[in-house]
């Protein structure tokens, strides 16, 4: 049995003595081989997504000087909240330092989030959220996602025509956030019917399946709002008629970006935009919680801990091959073959992973001659207080579902 070195029932004593979470300072709940204890939770894995989340973690964790700093332990806990309320407890008894994941429900794990934080454990969600405030939330969802690529959908639809929408993991905040501000716009068109409605659990092969019976009774679609898994909306629709394609704004796929650049899908009537939820959420999180850790950037005050990752936005005409295994010269897709058509590209960033290759994020493997380089010191961006999403009794902004990646170019009524 592992042994620890405990310094935590000092963050709890301060707690339990009046002051914040935020004044505790960095845990140092070291093994008994000096590394931090870190966890990797998981909970829906069935996706390219998740896959690559996961692996970009593994790479960072296996990447000097973190190789000689951390011991990461994955677990998956799968849909049911209680999974994951109950693989955090067993991280919280086993001394974890710190928590990396991505949560399944935004409210049903505050009170064992809440009681970890007391221990000192610092908690990092990524994309998806949680609402209580102890916990660093690492998410573009409040970038608008859903108001812009249903912005985006009408404008190509000419503000008129029926729509399918494809979304990810019922209850999950993500899921919630998007569909909410896609609806705040479709609202506002009396000629755009949502004729179609499923969860495709942000997957290629579910999303092509339900797509595929949706276009069984409605043959007739003018266009589709998918979330992750929009590749298998394209492989749907070709599948129906090859001669027929329709608007679809979906998310990061390398398969679908190649798709929305391709002039022969283009000239039956694809377009659309690639934006949505970047893998490399996952690496800024462990990053930022890692320099915590080691004291080299302060914590933030509990309730200031929502972090905005910026949203991506690849229209057709902006779709740009890569030639090497990264971002470079403002590439965004690689060639068809290289990676798999479900490869998440949003994976890179120069500024923030610069350590990360196509190996990390395909294998989870360190990218050769790397070392962790320093996240800028004015790198945290505050994301705007959304109830329900990463907060619980707060205010809303005005501007909640304001535009600003696209115009309407058509009037709503």
Known sequence: MRTLKTAKTLACGALLAGTTLAAAGPAHALTDDGRFLIYLSLSYSGNSWQSEAANIVKALAQTPPYDEMVELVEVISGTD???QISDYESMIAAGADGIVSFPISSTALNRVVRRGCEEGVLFFMYDATVTEQCAYNISYITSGFGENTAQALVNAMGGEGKIFLSRGVPGNSVDERHTNGAMHIFDQYP????????????????????????????????????????????????????????????????????????????????AGVSAGSPPAQSGYAFKLMME?????????????????????????????????????DGCNAFPEGLVPGSFVTEVFNPVLLPELSLASALEGEPTPGATIQPLPADVVVAAPNEPGINCQRCEPPADLYSLTKVEPTVEPN
């Open 191 to 270: 000629g755009i019917e949502v004729v179609a409605e499923y969860y495709s659990y942000w997957d290629d092969r579910t999303t092509q399946q339900e797509t595929a019976m949706a276009l069984a009774a409605h043959p007739d679609v003018d266009g589709i709002w998918a979330q992750a898994g929009e590749f298998g909306a394209i492989q749907a629709l070709l599948q129906a008629d090859p001669n027929r394609l329709v608007p679809v704004t979906g998310e990061n796929s390398n398969g679908f970006r190649l798709a929305l650049a391709n002039p022969d899908y283009q000239a039956v009537g694809l």
């Open 292 to 328: 915590i850790l080691q004291g080299q950037r302060e914590p933030l005050p509990v309730g200031e801990r929502n972090i905005e990752y910026p949203l991506p936005w690849v229209p057709a005409d902006a779709v740009t091959l890569c030639e090497g295994d990264t971002f470079a």
């Open 81 to 83: 909240p209680q999974a």
